[in-house]
């Protein structure tokens, strides 16, 4: 198992507060991506990592900020939380992207469940 | 732009049944990469397979099986003898040749039912 801890794993919180969501790896791994699971979409990107401080935004990034300071830690933060942010976190991990390849797998984290009320 | 669809939002069998899971694609890229990722009610995704565009070969794996069709755009996933245990939402996913990530297609449920 890829060592991904994603927290906090529940969280209601209410509309406008901000909010942040951790995730932790253990693998030394340059990629780190935050994900949003909603029904019928499957999984869209919403931010994603290449290295500390090197971030760039997915396909549904409005409304959501990251940072990454340190290799194994990436930081998911809604600024002003809306109801259309109730949703399913997860975030996952790749390898150092061999030059050549690109075939790398993507781990996931076990998710994180945000109720926006 | 890349997109993976699964037409099949839902499958019901009863166990021992064979069932497939279709997956079709569209990508650009020239090389790329298809997953299957398997999500059991838990929730947590769990990694299945990764197949390149540059290796046709169908794989099986126990029960499972991958059907790669580049003629078609699709990379079909046949569970054999199916069990409940098989019962969770599975995804289809490409990654093309630049970047590093995953789209995915909206899922299939599949209920196994004793």
């Known amino acids: 198992d890829a060592g991904i801890t994603q927290s906090p794993r529940h969280k209601v919180t209410e509309t406008g507060t901000p909010v942040t969501l951790r995730c932790h790896q253990t693998e030394n791994h340059r990629y780190m991506y935050w994900y949003r699971q909603d029904p019928g979409h499957g999984l869209r990107l919403i931010h994603y990592s290449y290295g500390v401080k090197d971030t760039d935004k997915g396909e549904v990034s409005d409304g959501y900020s990251v940072s990454r300071s340190k290799t194994e830690d990436f930081l998911l933060t809604l600024e002003s939380a809306t109801s259309s942010q109730t949703s399913v976190y997860f975030c996952?991990?790749?390898?150092?992207?061999?030059?050549?390849?690109?075939?790398?797998?993507?781990?996931f984290g076990e998710g994180s469940w945000l109720t926006v009320v | 732009a890349q997109k993976v669809t699964q037409a099949q939002t839902e499958i019901s069998v009863v166990e021992k049944e064979d069932v497939t899971l279709d997956c079709v694609y569209e990508t650009r890229d020239t090389t790329y990469y298809l997953f299957w990722y398997k999500q059991p009610p838990s929730g947590e995704l769990v990694f299945l397979i990764r197949?390149?565009?540059?290796?046709?070969q169908n794989e099986i794996s126990g029960r499972y099986s991958w059907n790669f069709q580049k003629s078609t755009s699709s990379f079909n996933f046949t569970i054999t003898a199916s069990q409940v245990v098989d019962s969770a939402v599975y995804f289809c996913?490409?990654?093309?040749?630049?970047?590093?990530?995953?789209?995915f297609g909206g899922g299939t449920r599949l209920m196994v039912k004793p």
């Open positions: 996913a490409l990654k093309g040749n630049a970047g590093n990530m995953l789209t």
């Open positions: 197949r390149n565009s540059f290796d046709e």
């Open positions: 996952a991990i790749s390898e150092t992207l061999t030059s050549g390849t690109g075939g790398n797998t993507i781990y």
